[in-house]
């Protein structure tokens, strides 16, 4: 089944630049993925999967796919953070070869992990 990454336009005021893309596998979109193109407190990298898509492996193929664009777009590393809880996300990210930097306190006291992905 052919993916790939597409671009999508994507409306709203940001801090920052970022490029968005769509995650199409088949003939179905099932997520979404963006890289800031600047410094942002929330790191370089966004990305969601849709929840009827979840658990089948898209997580990973997202920011593999994600990894290759930086690359392309002269990023020499990526900082990607997620919500302590968020398990799934951790397993994602360090099976991309996300390394641990630290715990981030949010001012609404959630905690966020941090992790830098170099390639």
Sequence with gaps: MKCGLVKIE???KRRV???FWGLKV????VGE????????EAGDVVYKIYPEYRGRG???????LLKKKA???GLEELIVMCRKDNLASKRV?????GVFLREIKR???KIRLAYKISY
Excluded: C, D, F, V
């Design 10 to 12: 994507k409306t709203g």
């Design 17 to 19: 630049e970022t490029k």
């Design 26 to 29: 088949g003939k179905e979109m």
């Design 33 to 40: 993925a963006g890289l800031r193109m600047g410094k942002s």
């Design 58 to 64: 898209y997580g990973n193929l997202i920011l593999r």
């Design 71 to 73: 690359e392309k777009l």
């Design 93 to 97: 990210i360090e099976n991309n070869g």
């Design 107 to 109: 001012r609404n006291g």
